[in-house]
């Protein structure tokens, strides 16, 4: 077994250093008031064997909880005393220098937090340790300056989680859609160059891929680009290269127009190859500001396009996107495996939704790559035609900013719609869970505590608000004065876009199905735990709502995508409610709505139930089903595809791709235990443990990881049941 010290790193678990700090504040006391040896020893095997019973590791500050409660069952309340009094004195001493330790752990790669943190990041890269130098450096001045002293401590005990501190310190967003079309059609500057209307889609490309670089060095989440921003630089080439073609036939006397349409369209075909394989290799090989590849997603939505012509071309761009990604990208060893990004998502609309439909040739590519490659994602055009209806009744069809996060639909000052250029100023989460078991299955308690974590997360968010507002423009020059977001004056605030609704602020809730449990016994598989779960995501709207009318604010509802974050609710929850069957007995909880991944539960019935939760949470919700390897079996996936369209707006199919380096294994890597009970990826071929040596990736929360993942999401992973 093994122990989570306070800096992150991983020690074995050492059952006498308790015995030898209780002996310690023992002898602190009257003699009179001391326990003996054998006592000494019963506190210390207890709380052994609580940790056992964690089936994790347990972190110090748990085990000093667990040990001051030993202590108190003995009626030993001066022995209690000095043993919080010499814990207080010695977190005294930690405070005067929050940073140094934890820095210095993962510095030296055995910071066994971080290295599990972020499952497209490598701990051991000089460029992702200086991003955590600077986060840990960035959440130490949040803790002790910028927040109020009782959210720091909700956040530090799992009553909610206040995302991306390691980056509060700075006046950054969290993630947006990117003006690309304004960027391309308009010149750009990039590190003070001037970037001109590409005229040739390779190019436009290129600037693209750079564009993308600039957007994630200055931003913290996820960004999205559309193809259909660049589908008008397939004609510019078209026209091009015609134009080269004629001149080179002409030299030899032919001028037969057929013939140079023939190699024209050959030619533009092989440009829109290397235009398409440049973002996909430059985004894989990119590294940004914060030690990984951009988190860039990329929509392929065929109703973007203002024309037939355009439409045509945007095709063959989506077309050539989708049969590069089901290639993959090569590894180290020249093998082809799944890349993380960009993710892919792919529009179920009329026109390609069924047999017989103009595009359907794109939806069959588009399921034979998911089925090797779990991308791309799908909306459908149909339900989020009805879903996001703006003030003038209409009805509209656009991208999430990275894996799930969505505006609301937005008219501007003429009248039209806008999407591109609009951001999420942040996240704060509930932890539903904790609700429910303090209710103490008590409904008009649960609604109190409810309203008060409500107030919470609502000053919570409004720190996030008031952090970037007055900043200026120059802060990143890329976002707010040269196109990708807007553009501003050098020195102007970008406070206006603050405000009305042109982005959002996002209320996060995870937990619902634990939380449902823990109040009625109920799934929300169950009549009556569907009930109580929609009556709580409706109730969550409502703050939401009252919120924005208050203060001219967008505030949405966000189906937080726990990634680390699910591992820490779970242990804040064992620590202060211990062992509830159903609810805290593992080692995560539930995002956002999803049904359990335990649950049976088939693939169409799963989608069905989740649709009606995914309609109350606005501001961002994705869906997902678990399946085999369907590679063979492409009609099944086809079929999920065309139910998605029917009945929901947003969903995924998740299968396995991963590679052994030391045998050659091209298959599923399997999830199992150390001696120590930690759980482990291993090669069900050779065997092999050595995490440097295979290639794993799997679907963390609505992108695909490719690193690797704590002990709570590992459990989850592990015990994912199949839906089809």
Same mark, same amino acid.
């Given at each position: 077994m093994?122990?989570?010290k306070?800096?992150?790193?991983?020690?074995?678990f050492?059952?006498?250093?308790i015995?030898?700090?209780?002996?310690?504040a023992?002898?602190?006391?009257?003699e009179?008031?001391?326990i003996?040896?054998?006592?000494i020893?019963t506190?210390?095997?207890?709380v052994?064997?609580t940790?056992?019973?964690f089936?994790?590791?347990?972190?110090?500050?748990?085990?000093?909880d667990?040990?001051e409660?030993?202590?108190?069952?003995?009626?030993?309340?001066?022995?209690?005393? !000095?043993?919080?009094?010499?814990r207080?004195?010695?977190e005294?001493?930690r405070?005067?220098?929050?940073?140094?330790?934890?820095?210095?752990?993962?510095?030296?790669?055995?910071?066994?937090?971080?290295?599990?943190?972020?499952a497209?990041?490598?701990?051991?890269v000089n460029?992702?340790q200086r991003?955590?130098?600077?986060?840990?450096?960035?959440?130490d001045i949040?803790?002790?300056?910028? &927040?109020?002293e009782?959210?720091?401590?909700?956040?530090e005990?799992?009553?909610?989680?206040?995302h991306d501190?390691?980056?509060?310190?700075?006046?950054?967003?969290?993630?947006?859609?990117?003006?690309?079309?304004?960027?391309?059609?308009?010149?750009t500057?990039?590190s003070g160059?001037?970037?001109?209307?590409p005229?040739?889609?390779?190019?436009?490309?290129?600037?693209?891929?750079?564009?993308?670089?600039?957007?994630?060095?200055?931003?913290?989440?996820?960004?999205?680009i559309?193809l259909?921003h660049?589908?008008?630089f397939?004609?510019?080439?078209?026209?091009?290269?015609?134009n080269?073609?004629?001149?080179? &036939?002409?030299e030899?006397?032919?001028?037969?127009?057929?013939?140079?349409?023939?190699?024209?369209?050959?030619?533009l075909?092989?440009?829109?190859?290397?235009g398409?394989q440049?973002i996909?290799?430059?985004?894989?090989?990119?590294?940004t500001?914060?030690g990984?590849?951009?988190?860039?997603t990329?929509?392929?939505?065929?109703g973007?396009a203002?024309n037939?012509a355009e439409?045509?071309?945007?095709a063959?761009?989506?077309e050539?996107? &989708?049969?590069?990604?089901?290639?993959g990208?090569k590894?180290?060893?020249?093998?082809?495996?799944?890349p993380? =990004?960009?993710?892919?998502?792919?529009?179920?609309e009329?026109?390609?939704?069924r047999?017989?439909?103009?595009?359907?040739?794109?939806?069959?590519?588009? !399921?034979?790559?998911?089925?090797?490659?779990?991308?791309?994602?799908y909306?459908?055009?149909?339900i989020?035609?009805?879903?996001k209806?703006?003030?003038?009744?209409?009805?509209?069809?656009?991208?999430?900013?990275g894996?799930?996060?969505?505006l609301?639909p937005?008219?501007?000052?003429?009248?039209?719609?806008?999407?591109y250029?609009?951001?999420?100023q942040?996240?704060v989460?509930?932890?539903?869970v904790?609700i429910?078991?303090s209710a103490?299955?008590?409904?008009?308690k649960?609604?109190?505590i409810f309203?008060?974590?409500?107030?919470l997360?609502h000053?919570?968010?409004?720190?996030?608000?008031?952090?970037l507002?007055?900043t200026?423009s120059d802060a990143?020059?890329?976002?707010w004065?040269?196109?990708?977001?807007?553009?501003?004056a050098?020195?102007?605030?970008?406070?206006k876009? &603050?405000?009305?609704?042109?982005?959002t602020?996002s209320?996060?809730?995870?937990?619902?199905?634990e939380c449902?449990?823990?109040?009625?016994?109920?799934?929300l598989?169950?009549?009556?735990?569907e009930e109580l779960?929609?009556t709580?995501?409706?109730?969550?709207?409502?703050?939401?709502?009252?919120?924005?009318?208050?203060?001219?604010?967008?505030?949405?509802?966000?189906?937080t995508?726990?990634?680390s974050?699910t591992?820490?609710?779970?242990?804040?929850l064992?620590?202060?409610?211990g062992?509830?069957?159903?609810?805290?007995?593992r080692n995560?909880?539930t995002?956002?709505y999803?049904?359990?991944v335990?649950?049976p539960?088939?693939a =169409?019935?799963k989608l069905?139930l989740?649709?009606?939760?995914?309609?109350?949470?606005?501001?961002?919700?994705?869906?997902y089903?678990?399946?085999p390897?369907m590679?063979?079996?492409?009609e099944?996936?086809?079929?999920?595809m065309?139910?998605i369209?029917?009945?929901i707006?947003y969903?995924e199919l998740?299968t396995?791709?991963?590679?052994?380096?030391v045998?050659?294994?091209?298959?599923?890597?399997?999830?199992?235990?150390?001696?120590?009970?930690?759980?482990?990826?291993?090669?069900?071929?050779?065997?092999?443990?050595?995490?440097?040596?295979?290639?794993?990736a799997?679907?963390?929360?609505?992108?695909i990881?490719t690193?690797?993942?704590?002990?709570?999401?590992?459990?989850?992973?592990?015990?994912?049941?199949l839906?089809?």
């Amino acid at each position: 077994m093994k122990l989570i010290k306070r800096n992150g790193a991983e020690v074995v678990f050492d059952r006498e250093k308790i015995a030898a700090a209780v002996k310690k504040a023992n002898l602190a006391v009257e003699e009179k008031n001391r326990i003996s040896e054998a006592a000494i020893d019963t506190i210390a095997f207890s709380v052994e064997r609580t940790c056992l019973d964690f089936a994790r590791s347990a972190g110090v500050e748990e085990v000093q909880d667990l040990v001051e409660r030993e202590i108190m069952k003995l009626g030993a309340f001066d022995l209690a005393k !000095a043993y919080i009094t010499y814990r207080y004195k010695r977190e005294l001493v930690r405070k005067s220098n929050t940073t140094d330790d934890k820095i210095m752990s993962l510095i030296e790669c055995n910071n066994e937090e971080v290295k599990q943190e972020n499952a497209n990041k490598n701990p051991t890269v000089n460029s992702v340790q200086r991003d955590y130098m600077a986060g840990e450096v960035s959440k130490d001045i949040t803790r002790r300056i910028l &927040l109020p002293e009782d959210i720091v401590k909700a956040h530090e005990e799992g009553i909610i989680h206040f995302h991306d501190a390691d980056y509060f310190a700075q006046h950054m967003h969290n993630c947006d859609l990117v003006n690309l079309e304004d960027m391309l059609e308009n010149g750009t500057v990039i590190s003070g160059t001037m970037i001109e209307k590409p005229h040739s889609f390779s190019t436009a490309c290129n600037i693209a891929t750079q564009i993308i670089a600039q957007v994630a060095s200055n931003q913290y989440g996820g960004q999205s680009i559309s193809l259909t921003h660049l589908a008008p630089f397939v004609q510019v080439s078209r026209d091009k290269i015609r134009n080269s073609v004629t001149r080179e &036939l002409a030299e030899v006397g032919v001028t037969d127009s057929e013939a140079i349409s023939k190699i024209t369209e050959g030619r533009l075909r092989e440009e829109v190859r290397k235009g398409v394989q440049c973002i996909q290799y430059q985004v894989v090989t990119l590294l940004t500001t914060n030690g990984q590849a951009p988190f860039i997603t990329v929509f392929m939505y065929l109703g973007e396009a203002k024309n037939e012509a355009e439409r045509a071309d945007l095709a063959m761009i989506i077309e050539e996107t &989708l049969i590069q990604r089901y290639q993959g990208v090569k590894n180290e060893a020249g093998v082809y495996i799944t890349p993380a =990004f960009p993710k892919l998502i792919y529009v179920l609309e009329e026109d390609n939704v069924r047999p017989g439909t103009k595009y359907y040739y794109l939806t069959e590519l588009a !399921a034979k790559c998911t089925a090797k490659r779990m991308v791309p994602d799908y909306i459908s055009e149909k339900i989020m035609l009805e879903s996001k209806v703006d003030k003038n009744g209409e009805g509209h069809c656009y991208t999430c900013m990275g894996c799930r996060s969505f505006l609301t639909p937005y008219v501007d000052e003429e009248g039209k719609p806008k999407y591109y250029g609009r951001f999420n100023q942040g996240v704060v989460t509930v932890n539903l869970v904790d609700i429910g078991l303090s209710a103490e299955g008590n409904m008009d308690k649960f609604w109190e505590i409810f309203d008060e974590r409500m107030e919470l997360c609502h000053r919570a968010l409004q720190c996030r608000h008031e952090r970037l507002s007055g900043t200026l423009s120059d802060a990143a020059p890329i976002l707010w004065q040269y196109g990708a977001l807007t553009r501003i004056a050098k020195g102007e605030t970008i406070d206006k876009y &603050l405000h009305g609704g042109y982005s959002t602020l996002s209320l996060g809730y995870a937990g619902l199905w634990e939380c449902v449990y823990a109040l009625n016994g109920k799934k929300l598989t169950e009549p009556e735990g569907e009930e109580l779960g929609l009556t709580i995501m409706k109730k969550l709207n409502e703050y939401t709502a009252k919120w924005k009318a208050a203060e001219n604010i967008d505030y949405s509802l966000y189906g937080t995508p726990l990634e680390s974050t699910t591992y820490k609710f779970a242990k804040c929850l064992q620590n202060r409610f211990g062992i509830v069957k159903g609810v805290t007995d593992r080692n995560y909880i539930t995002n956002s709505y999803h049904v359990h991944v335990t649950e049976p539960i088939d693939a =169409f019935s799963k989608l069905k139930l989740e649709a009606k939760f995914q309609k109350l949470s606005p501001g961002g919700a994705i869906s997902y089903v678990e399946v085999p390897d369907m590679q063979n079996n492409i009609e099944a996936v086809l079929g999920v595809m065309e139910f998605i369209y029917d009945h929901i707006m947003y969903a995924e199919l998740n299968t396995k791709s991963d590679f052994c380096q030391v045998c050659g294994y091209d298959g599923e890597i399997e999830i199992g235990e150390d001696e120590d009970g930690k759980l482990v990826w291993e090669c069900p071929v050779c065997h092999n443990r050595d995490q440097s040596k295979m290639n794993v990736a799997r679907r963390t929360c609505g992108y695909i990881g490719t690193q690797y993942w704590n002990q709570g999401r590992t459990q989850e992973i592990k015990e994912r049941v199949l839906h089809l």
